[in-house]
């Protein structure tokens, strides 16, 4: 089956929060099912704005979003089947890392949820530590456990923000390989944004 050249898709996207200065200007990109990009540029540059636009978090001023030719501008986040990867991990504080995974899996048993997550934690190495709580991991194990989470609801997108820029050296480059192993295997159209030449 040939893949959709046009899975993810920016037409002519503006993006303005004072009604003067647009932060994004004239976007044009074509994204297809299993690619993966990476969005480099300094701080300010309006990437962390275009994965906000694709997830729900911000509208377009101009211009139209699509996601499998479905123009998505109107559609709330939680019903665009698109995960995200924070710089700050976003985990929720009061749950532990199993259920942290397992949020947002609503509509299965509780049984499919809880070995779903076991699934995922295995993969990211972080099978032991299911009934932790955030607090007590390191900052590579709780990027981990987030990467879990958002893979956990079979998202048709992912996007990560500055995802590994808050973990020192060692951690980065193992996070940074678990992440890719996993999104590689998984098909996930994939969209990064980053200030780090090297990283891109």
Do not use: W
């Not at 699934?119 to 990211?124: D, F, G």
């Not at 193992?174 to 090297?198: A, F, G, K, N, Y």
């Amino acid at each position: 089956m040939a893949k959709n050249q046009q899975f993810v898709r920016f037409d002519k996207v503006d993006k303005s929060y004072d009604g003067k200065v647009l932060v994004v200007k004239d976007l044009n990109l074509d994204i297809a099912e299993g690619e993966f990009i990476t969005m480099l540029g300094p701080s300010g540059s309006g990437k962390t704005t275009c994965l906000m636009m694709l997830a729900g978090f911000e509208t377009p001023t101009n211009g139209e979003i699509y996601l499998d030719a479905n123009p998505i501008s109107n559609i709330p986040p939680h019903k665009r089947g698109i995960g995200m990867v924070f710089q700050n991990y976003a985990l929720f504080p009061h749950m532990t890392v199993a259920r942290n995974v397992m949020f947002g899996m609503t509509g299965f048993p509780r049984a499919v949820r809880r070995q779903r997550a076991c699934e995922l934690l295995e993969r990211v190495g972080m099978v032991e530590s299911a009934e932790a709580m955030p607090h007590t991991l390191s900052g590579g194990q709780q990027q981990r456990v987030a990467l879990a989470r958002s893979l956990a609801r079979q998202p048709a997108v992912m996007l990560l923000d500055e995802p590994f820029s808050s973990l020192d050296v060692n951690l980065r480059d193992e996070v940074r390989e678990i992440t890719l192993r996993l999104l590689c295997e998984s098909h996930t159209v994939t969209m990064m944004v980053t200030h780090d030449p090297q990283e891109a």
